[in-house]
């Protein structure tokens, strides 16, 4: 099953925790910031973890439900794999360097100003 239709098909917190453990952060040549899974095969946009976890939260999660626990732990998740994805962007050579700086200006710019850290609730 592909990665992306796994998360799609994910309409709990506790399913999404379970996905974010797995995850691991990768950089391409061209600067493009991606997760993978590691039952499942494709890979996703870095910051489409925390779509889902903003959309699971907003749409299904009721104010007693338990699922508002697991929110915490994916935050602090995503949090680490955007620290391992920094990391690989400081240790990779200069041209995939520059790609990421670009890539990641444009998406701030495209996102309204709000950027990668606008999903992660900070």
């Known amino acids: ?14 399913g999404l925790s379970a996905l974010t453990k797995k995850a691991e952060p990768h950089l391409s040549f061209l600067g493009c910031r991606y997760v993978t899974v590691k039952p499942f095969e494709g890979a996703l946009p870095l910051n489409q973890l925390g779509v889902q976890r903003d959309e699971i939260y907003f749409k299904y999660i009721t104010p007693k439900e338990s699922g508002k626990k697991y929110f915490n732990e994916i ?17 990779c050579n200069w041209i995939t360097y520059i790609f990421t700086m670009v890539r ?14 606008f999903w992660i609730g900070i």
């Open 104 to 117: 990641d200006t444009l998406t701030i710019y495209c996102e309204g100003g709000k950027g990668r850290r």
């Open 75 to 91: 935050h602090s998740r995503l949090w680490k794999i955007y620290e391992l994805s920094d990391k690989q962007a400081n240790t």
């Open 1 to 14: 099953m592909d990665v992306q239709e796994a998360l799609l098909n994910t309409h709990t917190m506790q």
